[in-house]
């Protein structure tokens, strides 16, 4: 159980990453993500 | 698959709770600074403080559903992709400028720190690995730094469960007596935001005390943590090589693989996007270039200012003073004792080095 935390922990840190770099590629291409 | 899919859905109902509330704070705040006009009384109606006191008034006065606690609980993502989108503002010069002293300041606190809780814990004899883990979480940063520490040196479920609760309260009351004590220094943003990422013990937390501060001052915050956060899997490492020496904890296997995986992820998606935009803004010089590539930091701003705004409303759902009650006094005795030195020494650091210290 533990070690399954540990790697959705793990995953879910990466998670942060890819999203957050997604994110400012999107913006960076003019488009935009919150409107207000 | 469909596990998978089903686990994510777990999280929908809390998460739509929070982006309802955190857009519905902004909302609020803005109606409450157009229409009040005494300066002081409009201060207290910033975004941040209405996320945060809503958050808290619903938490603690709402009977919550179980079923929206996952999705409620994954406000750190938020705080982790705006800390990663936020790298984009920082040229990677002054990150490097401003991390390098932060590092030194941050290695100063951290040992101090884990010195002053653990002669504190001795003293009023508390069991030695909730000693150990009051001091990561006041050293590096408070929840994760725990939950990371408690299962490499074997710590008890009451243990980790009590330290967490700990840090929690104080995490609460810095977003009170910080920006106070700032304000009474007369501080500049850049003094304090550096004094609270230093000195907060919670990543959100400490966050949230720069942004109540002032806009200016959370990018400091957000850096110093980042240092705090980057030296985390050293500090647990030390203690879990500490314990297993002592026959109390498991042996340590492979200790680089052991540091990567207690390394936090997100500094490098930071990392990343400040070393992208510096060479963006470098490669081209032209003035309609960089008019657009400012524009879009500044669209990069908004995104990772309104991922805090869901960290608020999630910070504010987490503090319950139920919880803090129940924790009891003599570990909380240590924390105002632990917390008080920490405050005044990164205080008194950050007002020493303030001559060297870079601008963003």
Not at chain 1, 11 to 32: F, H, M, Q, R, Y
Not at chain 2, 67 to 80: M, N, R
Not at chain 2, 300 to 323: D, I, K, Y
């Amino acid at each position: 159980m533990q070690g399954s935390d540990k790697r959705r922990s793990l995953s879910l840190d990466w998670w942060t990453v890819i999203v957050g770099v997604a994110l400012a590629a999107i913006v960076l291409a003019g488009i935009p993500v919150i409107p207000w | 698959m469909s596990r998978a899919l089903e686990g994510m859905g777990r999280y929908i109902p809390g998460v739509l709770f929070v982006l309802i509330l955190a857009v519905g704070g902004k909302v609020l705040s803005d109606w409450l600074q157009s229409v009040i006009t005494l300066a002081w009384v409009r201060s207290l109606a910033s975004n941040v403080i209405v996320a945060i006191v809503g958050g808290m008034a619903i938490g603690n006065l709402l009977p919550l559903p179980k079923w929206l606690a996952p999705g409620i609980g994954s406000y750190e993502f938020f705080l982790k992709v705006g800390i990663v989108i936020m790298g984009a503002r920082f040229l990677v010069t002054d990150v490097a400028r401003l991390g390098g002293i932060g590092l030194l300041m941050v290695v100063v606190e951290i040992l101090f720190s884990i010195a002053f809780v653990t002669l504190f814990a001795r003293w009023f004899k508390l069991p030695q690995k909730l000693g150990s883990l009051l001091s990561v979480g006041v050293g590096i940063c408070g929840v994760s730094a725990i939950i990371g520490a408690s299962g490499s040196i074997d710590a008890k479920k009451e243990e980790t469960g009590y330290a967490i609760a700990v840090i929690l309260v104080f995490g609460a009351a810095a977003l009170i007596a910080y920006p106070l004590v700032g304000r009474a220094l007369g501080m500049s943003d850049k003094l304090f935001g550096l004094w609270a990422g230093l000195a907060v013990d919670n990543t959100a937390e400490a966050v949230a005390t720069g942004a109540i501060y002032s806009k200016a001052a959370v990018a400091y915050t957000a850096l110093a943590k980042l240092c705090r956060n980057a030296l985390m899997g050293f500090v647990i490492l030390g203690f879990a090589v500490y314990y297993a020496r002592r026959g109390m904890a498991r042996e340590v296997g492979a200790k680089g693989l052991f540091l990567w995986q207690k390394f936090p992820k997100f500094v490098l998606g930071f990392i990343g996007l400040s070393v992208l935009f510096s060479i963006l803004f470098a490669v081209f010089p032209g003035s309609a270039e960089q008019a657009y590539l400012k524009g879009r930091v500044g669209a990069m701003r908004n995104l990772s200012e309104w991922a805090f705004q869901v960290t608020f409303v999630g910070v504010g759902l987490r503090t319950s003073f139920r919880e803090m009650v129940r924790t009891g006094v003599k570990p909380l005795l240590i924390g105002v004792g632990a917390e008080a030195a920490v405050a005044a020494v990164t205080l008194g650091m950050v007002f020493a080095v303030a001559g060297f210290l870079p601008s963003l």
